[in-house]
């Protein structure tokens, strides 16, 4: 008996594109609709799939807030969905993963900030700051995430 052949890769973007296509008809089926509400079940599960997929990168492993930025991602993906056009690339996974990846980026800044904000009230009273604070510099700098870990 002879195994099924496993694909190539985990989403095909001609699938994807023809998801996106099939939520926009229902938006404009439905106008009162809101974008989430078009979104079919096919292309949810697609981009839980995007996501999960993109925050198993080794540099993003590590982080305790991974399944937060996960959250954020999708949300960013489903609100955005319906933004694609078609008429100027048919590259969807790209497009959807470019939001992805800004959404991670985004989430990291917005933990550096509150993290300088916890070590300042630290030092302030007393207290050991972060290590990344003790160190000096660590991944959260400015620049290093894009020059070490794209």
Known sequence: MARAKKPK?????ANMLEQVLESKQTQLDHPDW????CLTPLLVEMFTKLVYRYSQKPNLRGYSWIDDMRSEALMVLCTNALKFNEEKSSNCF???TQFVKNSF???IDKEK???????????????????ANQVGSSTYDEGSWDDNHN
Do not use: C, E, M
Not at 34 to 37: A, D, L, R, S, V
Not at 113 to 130: C, E, Y
């Open 9 to 13: 890769h985990y989403l095909n973007n």
């Open 34 to 37: 809101t974008p989430t509400k």
């Open 113 to 131: 900030v509150q993290r300088n904000v916890k070590d300042a009230i630290l030092i302030n009273h007393g207290f050991a700051p972060s290590f």
């Open 94 to 96: 790209g497009y959807f």
């Open 105 to 107: 980026l985004s989430y």
